[in-house]
């Protein structure tokens, strides 16, 4: 059973615009959650990471979000550039042992 | 910046034989990891190795796969007898505690 789970398999969003990518999981012992990057034919990237003492971080303009409560943590990048086009996994562990990711959602910024 | 290295990055195969991919993982790292893509598909957990021994597994990480830290900085993943199911893109990730993983570029396996 998919314990890290991105309901959008793809987004389109207008150059300048705001990004939001979702992701739900259902083990409460996930403690810290992390956000990939992923270009075709590379590895995924690491891009930015929150745990769960916080509900919020922020880094440039990649905003992590976590909603402890409901389980959900999004992914949101302002503003939103054609570089950003790519495909992001959400992923969670818990006290940093194995990640879980999720099925990714690809992203693609409209010039 | 320090990084994960893999080799090969692309692996062709006939069915039924033995394959063997390598990655040399941040050498202060601890915990090192072995995920595949099969096109299109999710990113899957394949095993997880620390203190010279796998802590976990998932369940496509049956008998033909093992992994192994022969020098003490190599991370291999050997598959004994591959199988056309068995294609994908193989990351190795390593990782030290409450850091982010770090990915190698990946492997691409193909099994005709």
């Known amino acids: 059973d998919q314990q890290v789970k991105q309901n959008s398999p793809s987004l389109s969003v207008q150059e300048g615009r705001i990004s939001i990518l979702n992701c739900d999981y259902t083990?409460?012992?996930?403690?810290?959650f992390l956000w990939y990057k992923k270009y075709p034919a590379e590895g995924p990237t690491f891009l930015i990471s929150?745990?769960?003492?916080?509900d919020k971080n922020e880094d440039g303009r990649f905003t992590v979000f976590l909603n402890k409560s409901a389980k959900h943590l999004s992914l949101h990048i302002v503003p939103s550039q054609p570089g950003d086009s790519a495909v992001y996994f959400c992923?969670?562990?818990?006290?940093?042992?194995?990640?879980?990711f999720g099925t990714g959602t690809s992203l693609t910024v409209i010039p | 910046e320090p990084e994960v290295t893999q080799t090969p990055s692309h692996q062709v195969t006939q069915m039924g034989q033995e394959v063997i991919l390598r990655c040399v993982p941040i050498?202060?790292?601890?915990?090192f990891y072995w995920y595949r893509q099969i096109l299109g598909q999710k990113v899957e957990f394949l095993v997880s190795?620390?203190?010279?021994?796998?802590?976990?597994k998932s369940e496509i990480f049956d008998d033909q796969f093992s992994v192994e830290r022969p020098d003490g900085s190599n991370f291999t993943l050997k598959i004994r007898s591959t199988k056309l199911e068995d294609s994908a893109m193989y990351f190795c990730?390593?990782?030290?505690?409450?850091?982010?993983?770090?990915f190698g570029q990946g492997t691409r396996l193909t099994v005709v």
């Open positions: 992923a969670a562990s818990a006290s940093g042992n194995q990640f879980y």
């Open positions: 083990n409460s012992m996930f403690d810290y």
């Open positions: 929150i745990s769960s003492i916080k």
């Open positions: 050498s202060n790292h601890l915990y």
């Open positions: 190795f620390y203190n010279n021994e796998i802590s976990e």
């Open positions: 990730a390593s990782i030290t505690r409450d850091t982010e993983a770090f």
